[in-house]
């Protein structure tokens, strides 16, 4: 894990700072070739742009770069730029393959651990389950944790009680009990080394969604130093309202007349 791991970050960096240092070149280029004022912040994007091929639609174009970052600017003709954005793209789609699926082949390994040296249950998907394992010498230990739970949770209420203990423990075929230290340990690394792939992966999708701001910015900044509008005089603007955490960020496309 860690030997993938550090060649995807080495593969990412080299990309991400080539990438990065030419994204700012280029953007610093649009921002120089641009002229902006006050009346026309947040950035705006005019309905057509004119090149030696002919009207483009800057909408378009900026609904392209969302969905694939790069062909916006590779239907507006710049070229350059979209070979830059089309890299990112791909290095960080791989990098989502590769830790989803080394995410689920340790998740398969440490089950199959668990089910030779405790009898647990390799059919179970539920990560309760595997958490209780990996936690649990045995599948008695963790169900008196959970009467001790009930106790605690509804005192004096023996039904609530009884409620809570049936939903939450487990037995029967359910059941394990570890057979040494040595295993268990052995099951809890594999567990963090699944996770935390698939944290990775996560991480992946998130910069996905980056890549796609950017080039969307960067369409934006192509259009306007062509410094083309609608020709009704309406323009589309892209609103960014940043939040105290991920579910509060908001990102949008707004008409004006």
Do not use: C
């Not at 390799?122 to 963790?142: F, L, P, Q």
């Amino acid at each position: 894990m860690k030997k993938i791991v550090l060649l995807l970050v080495l593969s990412l960096v080299l990309v991400g700072s080539a990438s990065s240092e030419t994204i700012d070149k280029m953007m610093r280029k649009r921002i120089v070739n641009s002229t902006i004022s006050s009346d026309r912040y947040p950035p705006e994007i005019g309905h057509g742009v004119k090149d030696e091929r002919g009207e483009k639609s800057g909408p378009l174009a900026l609904f392209l770069s969302a969905a694939v970052p790069g062909a916006g600017e590779y239907y507006l003709g710049s070229k350059g730029n979209s070979k830059v954005f089309f890299g990112i793209e791909l290095a960080t789609w791989a990098s989502y393959a590769v830790f989803t699926y080394h995410g689920r082949r340790v998740r398969d390994s440490y089950k199959l651990l668990a089910g030779a040296n405790a009898g647990a249950d390799m059919s179970m998907g539920s990560d309760e389950y595997w958490s209780a394992v990996e936690w649990s010498r045995s599948n008695e230990e963790y169900n008196e944790k959970m009467r001790e739970d009930a106790r605690a949770l509804y005192p004096g209420d023996k039904q609530k009680q009884q409620s809570y203990i049936e939903r939450h423990i487990y037995t029967g075929s359910e059941g394990w009990s570890w057979k040494g230290s040595g295993a268990i340990q052995e099951f809890r690394r594999l567990r963090k080394e699944s996770k935390d792939a698939f944290q990775f992966a996560i991480y992946a999708t998130g910069f996905a969604l980056l890549n796609r701001l950017a080039s969307a910015m960067d369409v934006i900044m192509i259009t306007r130093s062509k410094e083309k509008k609608f020709p009704s005089g309406k323009r589309v603007q892209l609103i960014i309202e940043p939040g105290y955490d991920i579910s509060g960020f908001r990102v949008g496309l707004v008409v004006r007349g």
